[in-house]
């Protein structure tokens, strides 16, 4: 690490009562966070100095430990969110700044019956003598990656009791990650993304940047959950605690989906898309600012609608949409109840 990065990991455990792990950063007050990387943010500079990697070094911290957003619940709005453009800046800032260097992964091969490998010249350290330990073969083949160095791979404490399961999954640095959420091979996670406590993620599903999470979700395989980094003052998608995501369904464009909703296997949310609720004999769309919002509890299921005039009524041709059909109950709750056992 460079010296410029190791200046403000020695004195978090100063303050009266707290402990200090080794290697831990500072976390300041968010305000005065908040002010430098917006001033940072602001500089047209070709060259960064120490200033801006102490202060990315202290905002990824904060985003790790999930103490800021890029957006969070707010009572007091329309939607029950706001924005907190500044910690978009502060993403985007990660990237200005950070240079593209090389991330290697080494995996061990399978050993051959009948060879002895030792490993090429030189390469006698510890990882290459815990592979012989366990019967693998200890040359180490090499997946070579590169990406700006300001966001590697996530490191999640074991504290967390976060699953990980082997087979292709990557975790960017700068999300948070809650206790208990499980990942099965392959997903993608954001820079941004904040996932909570107990959220399973299920294979070929992605969580995009400044994508919120909440607790106890179920994102089903092949589910895409869109980032919204760009606009910074655009709210990213929300998907709330106890939310069903079916497989191969799409949630894109800022919509929101209120806490306990249900979207059926293959539905796509859209902001140009309207949502027809077949019980409350409403729609509900995106408009201006406002985002779409899919109501609590509801169950969401693809559905289609005649095109009414024009060529396309001669043609007899109907467009996608989403329709709401019923709102949950004890019987939707028994079917999408989680196995415990499988976390």
Not at 44 to 52: I, L, S
Request: aromatic share 6%; with cysteine; hydrophobic share 40%.
């Amino acid at each position: 690490m460079p010296q410029s990065l190791k200046t403000d990991l020695n004195v978090i455990g100063d303050r009266q009562g707290e402990s200090r792990q080794p290697g831990q950063l500072i976390v300041k007050n968010p305000m005065d966070l908040c002010e430098r990387i917006e001033e940072l943010y602001a500089r047209e500079a070709g060259k960064f100095g120490a200033e801006y990697f102490r202060a990315f070094d202290e905002f990824k911290a904060a985003l790790n430990e999930g103490r800021i957003r890029a957006a969070e619940p707010d009572p007091g709005s329309p939607t029950g969110w706001k924005v907190n453009p500044w910690v978009k800046k502060g993403i985007l800032l990660g990237f200005r700044i950070g240079r593209i260097v090389e991330m290697p992964v080494a995996a061990s091969l399978p050993r051959q019956p009948g060879k002895r490998h030792t490993g090429a010249a030189g390469e006698n350290d510890g990882r290459h003598k815990a592979a012989a330990t366990a019967g693998e073969d200890t040359r180490l083949t090499t997946f070579q990656f590169r990406d700006k160095h300001t966001f590697p791979l996530k490191k999640i404490p074991s504290e967390q009791n976060v699953r990980v399961v082997p087979g292709g999954s990557s975790i960017r640095d700068g999300c948070y990650i809650g206790k208990g959420v499980v990942c099965m091979p392959p997903i993608f996670v954001n820079a941004g993304a904040y996932l909570d406590d107990g959220t399973m993620i299920d294979s070929h599903a992605l969580v995009g940047s400044c994508a919120q999470v909440g607790k106890r979700v179920h994102l089903s395989a092949a589910a895409q959950i869109g980032g919204v980094l760009e606009p910074v003052g655009a709210m990213p998608v929300i998907v709330e605690d106890d939310v069903l995501v079916g497989g191969n369904c799409g949630v894109y464009e800022g919509t929101i989906v209120k806490a306990g909703a249900v979207l059926a296997a293959g539905v796509i949310l859209t902001g140009s898309t309207p949502v027809y609720d077949l019980v409350r004999d409403a729609v509900y769309r995106r408009e201006g600012e406002t985002p779409l919002v899919i109501p609590a509890g509801a169950v969401v299921v693809p559905g289609s609608r005649a095109v009414t005039r024009g060529r396309g009524r001669e043609l007899g041709i109907s467009l996608y949409t989403p329709v709401i059909i019923k709102y949950r109950d004890e019987k939707t709750d028994q079917a999408t109840r989680l196995e415990e056992l499988l976390r």
